[in-house]
């Protein structure tokens, strides 16, 4: 997934080289924008379950596609160079893997708890919720490069992932992985125009700490497990607009991409149980905004 943030980061930067340097900063005191758009999270895999030749009976490769809204607003003072901004957004995907499987064994619960299920259908139901909000400052810069900006948010985002299992339509299990990332982040701005549009291109480092909460449950063996498990990472976001004019109502079109440095992912044992461990992740959103 690290692979995948630098081709478009450098097809990003390949657009500035038509861009032309006065600043689109407006003289607006106030916007208000309401999003709408697609979401695409690539997260780790999801494994569960074995069968009668002890391979992996349910499979989730992670790639969900989804739906993303979002309300920001921007408050502007001191002749619009520090500006107030704040932004929530709520996000969900969802996917589905059914298999026709001979046999359906659960140890993910530990060896004590071992659930077998025989011949049917088996069907694996994957859901993530994705929501949270920014809030800080930023100062822009008129320069003869267009305008430059630089501020410092308050952020905090949920990944809230939901694995449903299902045997001939019966409940056999359920996992769930709740992540709060608390921190902020330093963002980089610049606006201008891009082959005669108004276009801006934001930069972003985030700092968290993520706590990670586990909960596993079923009702045929009764059973509850509970984890929480800390990290501190460092998340990378690139963020794409333009702007159009469309009968008196003003449009943007953005493409946003996020690089996260830790998502957690179930790790297997048969005897142990099920474990917390972390890999990295990508989020890919593009929305149509509308200025009320």
Not at 163 to 172: E, G, K, L, W
């Amino acid at each position: 997934m690290r692979q995948t943030l630098l081709p478009l980061l450098i097809s990003l930067f390949s657009f500035v080289t038509a861009c032309t340097g006065q600043t689109t900063i407006t003289d607006r005191s106030m916007d208000i924008t309401v999003g709408n758009g697609l979401l695409g999270v690539f997260l780790p895999d999801y494994r569960v379950g074995s069968n009668e030749t002890s391979e992996t009976a349910l499979f989730d490769d992670g790639d969900l596609l989804g739906y993303q809204g979002e309300l920001r607003l921007i408050r502007r003072f001191l002749h619009t160079r520090t500006s107030i901004e704040g932004r929530v957004f709520y996000g969900v995907a969802e996917s589905n893997d059914t298999n026709q499987v001979d046999s359906l064994i659960l140890s993910e619960l530990g060896g004590s708890n071992e659930l077998s299920f025989g011949q049917g259908r088996a069907d694996l139901k994957t859901s993530i919720d994705h929501y949270g909000y920014d809030l800080g400052l930023r100062d822009t810069w008129r320069t003869t490069f267009g305008g430059l900006s630089a501020g410092c948010l308050l952020s905090y985002m949920m990944f809230d992932q939901n694995y449903d299992v299902f045997h001939q339509s019966t409940a056999a299990l359920s996992e769930e992985l709740s992540s709060e990332f608390i921190g902020g982040k330093a963002v980089f701005g610049w606006d201008g125009y891009l082959r005669e549009c108004p276009t801006l291109l934001d930069f972003a480092v985030g700092f968290y700490q993520l706590r990670t909460d586990y909960l596993a449950s079923s009702e045929q063996v009764s059973t509850i497990e509970i984890d929480y498990v800390y990290s501190n990472p460092v998340n990378l976001e690139a963020t794409f607009t333009t702007f159009q004019n469309v009968n008196d109502v003003r449009l943007s079109y953005t493409i946003s991409m996020t690089h996260l440095d830790k998502i957690p992912s179930l790790s297997r044992d048969s005897l142990k149980g099920t474990s917390i461990k972390f890999d990295d992740g990508f989020l890919l959103k593009m929305m149509v905004e509308i200025l009320l």
